[in-house]
């Protein structure tokens, strides 16, 4: 039986939002273009200093990737200032760990200004070696940690009921619900000439003075526009070069309080197993995640990622309940492992794009809207050099964007070589998918639960990838750049824009 993901604890445990589409055409001091923490924490500090904000979204607010995060508000990215700090000199390292300490008292700042109820609490955050060669690794982090100003130390014994070969722990992280905040935030922005709209899909930004945002449905005029949309689907900056998605899992289940583990958890080495609790009313719950790979690879079965990640919890929490979440999520992770922040391209003055945070969106994407709206509003910002989203960095980006642009074209060619498979539509089972061979020419096909079949083109529209079936979240998905898919080919995730095209069965 396949295990299907669906929505997150996050999106099931708030309300739907009912922010109306955009109705005419709009002139604002900036538009931001999609409405996770990003966009959502720009347009309401933009706001508060005094700006009129559109922040737009194309389909209801926080139910992209912020939507489906794991939510952890740590500044304990793995195993990562050791290497920044070869890659960036210690100067760079120490911005990227102040930045980061910064963005988490920011949300607990907002949270507090705006009396948003968000399941905001502090807990530590353990990096663990989970093998014996993993624990020297982690005595330098920790050390490196301490060189930046960071509250870390190596232990060997963690809140974890299995033996680990040692962990570098960092005090004063915090968990939250991200929904719940993001949702409090967004109610701070309309009025006063400033708006929400949901259900409007950015289709293109022309540059000028002011800019002009193009949807669907009208158009925005702005001195400024921010495009928040996780890689922007305009393709001048060409960040679908330097940051690549990944996609990853989690499930949740209902744990006793007194046998679930006291911290937010994660471990140095592959697979990755990602742990932490989730408070509900009364209840608490476990959440582990993982699990991470490309996305739209031929024969992956993304079914068993859930099945492997209820085994873990299971085995190291038996008295745990049954699953009661699953979901999962995509990211983009930048070739030198610094989110990219700041102007769309060199030419463009009052466009502005954040993306590339490599799975730890929570504090990178606060970063990104201090950084963006001091940017705006003509503040000198401290942390900007490094987040440079034009920046060249061969000494810690050229091998990994030489092999990660490599595979995307390797993959481009043997797309067009794969045969598809002989099955006719009618044999597909109901809710299933598959790339066919129809007349000779290849179809990405997909038959609903109610047994209507829907024949697709399998070129991905954003740059023309063939798209690969996604059993458990029943989805097309792009295994070049990222583009996501229903089953009836309406796009789900960018950097498309357009769906894919329907054909004649």
């Not at 922040?55 to 139910?63: F, G, H, Q, T």
């Not at 001091?374 to 942390?383: A, H, V």
Request: charged letters at 25%; one cysteine or more.
């Amino acid at each position: 039986m396949v295990a299907h993901g669906g929505e997150s604890f996050w999106i099931a445990t708030t309300p739907d939002t009912d922010y109306p589409a955009l109705s005419a055409d709009l002139e604002v001091d900036a538009a931001v273009v999609g409405a996770g923490i990003t966009g959502i924490t720009t347009a309401a500090l933009l706001k508060q200093a005094g700006k009129t904000v559109a922040l737009l979204d194309s389909k209801r607010i926080v139910r992209g990737a912020t939507g489906y995060t794991t939510a952890k508000v740590t500044s304990g990215h793995g195993a990562v200032y050791s290497q920044l700090t070869k890659s960036f000199g210690e100067e760079g390292a120490r911005t990227y760990a102040d930045s980061n300490q910064a963005a988490i008292e920011r949300i607990a700042d907002l949270a507090q200004q705006h009396g948003i109820d968000c399941d905001f609490e502090r807990k530590a955050n353990y990096v663990v070696a989970e093998k014996d060669e993993e624990r020297e690794q982690l005595q330098a982090e920790a050390d490196a940690m301490r060189r930046l100003g960071l509250p870390a130390e190596f232990v060997t014994e963690t809140p974890l009921p299995y033996e680990v070969a040692g962990a570098v722990r960092l005090e004063n992280q915090a968990q939250f619900h991200p929904r719940k905040y993001l949702l409090g935030l967004a109610a701070t922005i309309p009025g006063d000439g400033s708006h929400v709209f949901e259900n409007t899909r950015a289709r293109f930004v022309n540059h000028g003075e002011p800019c002009v945002v193009e949807t669907e449905l009208g158009n925005i005029r702005a001195a400024d526009v921010i495009l928040a949309t996780h890689l922007p689907f305009m393709d001048r900056g060409l960040f679908f070069t330097k940051a690549h998605p990944h996609r990853s899992y989690a499930v949740a289940a209902p744990i006793d309080p007194a046998k679930a583990p006291d911290g937010m958890f994660i471990n140095a080495g592959v697979p990755t197993r990602s742990v932490r609790t989730i408070r509900d009313g009364n209840r608490l719950l476990i959440q582990t995640g993982g699990e991470g790979h490309k996305p739209g690879l031929p024969g992956e079965d993304e079914s068993e990622r859930y099945e492997v990640l209820e085994a873990f919890l299971h085995e190291n929490w038996p008295a745990a309940g049954e699953l009661e979440y699953r979901w999962s999520t995509q990211d983009y992770m930048p070739v030198d492992r610094v989110p990219y922040i700041g102007r769309l391209s060199r030419r463009s003055k009052h466009v502005f794009v954040a993306t590339g945070y490599q799975k730890w969106g929570m504090t990178n994407g606060t970063v990104a809207a201090g950084i963006l709206t001091d940017t705006i509003l003509g503040r000198e910002n401290g942390w900007a050099s490094l987040y440079d989203s034009k920046r060249i960095h061969a000494r810690a980006s050229a091998g990994k964007f030489v092999k990660e642009n490599a595979s995307a074209g390797i993959r481009f060619f043997a797309q067009r070589l794969a045969r598809g498979e002989k099955r006719k539509p009618e044999e597909l089972a109901p809710g299933e998918g598959a790339i066919l061979r129809l007349g000779g020419l290849k179809r990405a096909v997909y038959k609903d639960d109610g047994g209507k079949v829907h024949v697709l083109s399998p070129v991905c529209r954003h740059l023309w990838c063939y798209v690969e079936w996604n059993d458990a979240e029943r989805s097309w998905d792009c295994p070049c750049h990222g583009s996501r898919y229903t089953g009836d080919g309406r796009v789900i995730q960018g950097p498309s824009v357009e769906d894919l095209r329907r054909v004649e069965p």
